[in-house]
């Protein structure tokens, strides 16, 4: 999988208040739930990008009190899926 970094001046980083050796994972969590209240990724790609379970994630947004997406799509996916299920059973 191809990667793409980002240069970030370390002076700013420095005036984070994050400690340096949690930077990489806490950037990628603030973008990931910032792309994602934006409406410019699924959440299936902000939680990966953020390295977080689903559950964590769904929690990380319910904290920042992060709307989720949600659409007649979403809802249709989901019945086929719990008749998918309910069939299994």
């Known amino acids: 999988m191809k990667m793409i970094s ?3 001046p370390e002076d ?3 005036s984070v208040k994050i400690p340096k ?3 990489q994972i806490e950037l ?3 973008l990931a739930i ?3 209240r934006e409406g410019l990724i699924s959440f299936a790609n902000a939680h990966r990008l953020a390295e977080m379970s689903k559950t964590d994630f769904h929690y990380l947004l319910g904290e920042r009190e992060i709307s989720r997406q949600y659409d007649i799509e979403d809802y249709e996916k989901d ?3 719990l008749a998918k299920w309910k ?3």
């Open 6 to 8: 980002l240069s970030i």
């Open 12 to 14: 700013i980083m420095m």
């Open 21 to 23: 050796k949690r930077w």
């Open 28 to 30: 990628k969590k603030e």
């Open 34 to 36: 910032q792309l994602y």
């Open 79 to 81: 019945l086929e899926n």
């Open 87 to 89: 069939a299994d059973k």
